[in-house]
């Protein structure tokens, strides 16, 4: 079953920076992402309203609101730096790597702010993890032209969005639903989005039937399956795991992007995807109960148990 899910959180996540190239074109970044969550939030507050009404029972205020903020840096933050730094002529292959330097930083800061134990085989998987990613994209970030030499930064806000974010949801002592979460997240993302999009007279989406294709396309992959997988595997699996699963995203972006668009993939990538999924292994093998870097227990008894309260 976890092999399952994480085959589907790759393909899902990747899927966001295909998404985000195909809507390129058509709008700006603001407005793509103010079409992509209004919808979906007003469909996740139907549902939280009349189906999943439970799930809210028992949920404090400020667990609400550390919801939120996740949203804000998870999604909000995330999600703008990569489709501004597409929209700059930035590669999805490239913005991939760069947010593949995430798990790293998320390995790097695990101990001294989880103190949580990270085995020598699960630090030999994230540093191989990393050469993977920058062997794939280093031929296709070097051969791109017209670009700013300040685009490429932008990327790196979002990856450092993601990894507080990561941290802030790790450190919660209060379990929220998947189908709770979600709907804060979107909803937080979907007012920013729309206030934002207002303020530059950027939110009237365009007539261009590739444009709420793109929409559509976002919102089923990236949005419910990529961004809903990844807290479900963070709480099953913990943070290594899941972090080590984002080194195979530019890989696979690559690849996709190779059939999609025509960009280019070469030895370096195939050698950048079999170092990457060798990390994948090499991680998975250095797991055991004893050393894995958990945010939450998959065991049926620990769920089981009632929410702990806490900051």
């Known amino acids: 079953m976890n092999f399952l899910l ?42 939280a309203v009349t189906a999943a009404r439970t799930s809210w029972r028992g949920l404090a205020v400020r667990d609400v609101a550390r919801q939120a903020m996740i949203g804000v840096l998870s999604q ?32 790097a800061l695990a101990g001294p702010l989880l103190r949580q134990y990270v085995s020598r085989k699960q630090w030999l998987g994230l540093c191989l993890g990393v050469s993977g990613v920058a062997i794939v994209t280093t031929a296709d970030a070097a051969a791109r032209t ?22 802030l949801e790790s450190r919660s002592r209060t379990w929220v639903a998947p189908a709770v979460s979600m709907t804060v997240h979107c909803t937080t993302s979907a007012v920013i ?3 934002l999009a207002v303020s530059v007279g950027a939110a009237k989406p365009p007539a261009e039937l590739s444009f709420w294709a793109a929409i559509t396309w976002l919102v089923a992959l990236p949005t419910l399956g990529g961004y809903g997988l990844y807290w479900l595997i963070l709480r099953r699996s913990g943070i290594t795991k899941v972090n080590t699963l984002m080194f195979l995203i530019a890989p696979v972006t690559a ?11 070469g ?11 060798a990390a994948v292994v090499i991680v998975y093998r250095g797991d ?6 958990c945010v939450r227990s998959a065991d049926t008894t620990e769920a089981a148990k009632p929410a702990k309260r806490g900051a």
């Not at 030895?267 to 999924?277: C, D």
């Not at 055991?288 to 870097?293: H, I, K």
Request: aromatic share 14%; proline share 4%.
């Open 146 to 167: 017209g670009v700013a030499w300040w685009a490429y930064l932008v990327p790196f806000v979002g990856m450092f969005s993601l990894v507080a974010a990561t941290f």
């Open 193 to 195: 989005f729309t206030a």
């Open 267 to 277: 030895p370096q990538t195939a050698l950048g995807l079999a170092v990457g999924l």
């Open 288 to 293: 055991t109960s004893s050393t894995t870097l």
């Open 6 to 47: 994480s085959i589907a959180f790759v393909l899902c996540w990747s899927s966001g920076f295909i998404g985000a190239k195909l809507g390129a074109g058509s709008a700006s970044a603001i407005t793509i992402l103010m079409w992509r969550f209004l919808p979906l939030t007003v469909i996740l507050i139907v549902v």
């Open 255 to 265: 690849v996709w992007g190779a059939l999609m668009f025509g960009e280019p993939f």
């Open 76 to 107: 909000s933050g995330y999600l703008l730096t990569v489709y501004y730094a597409i929209q700059l002529g930035v590669s999805s292959g490239t913005t991939a790597l760069i947010d593949g330097v995430q798990p790293l930083v998320a390995g």
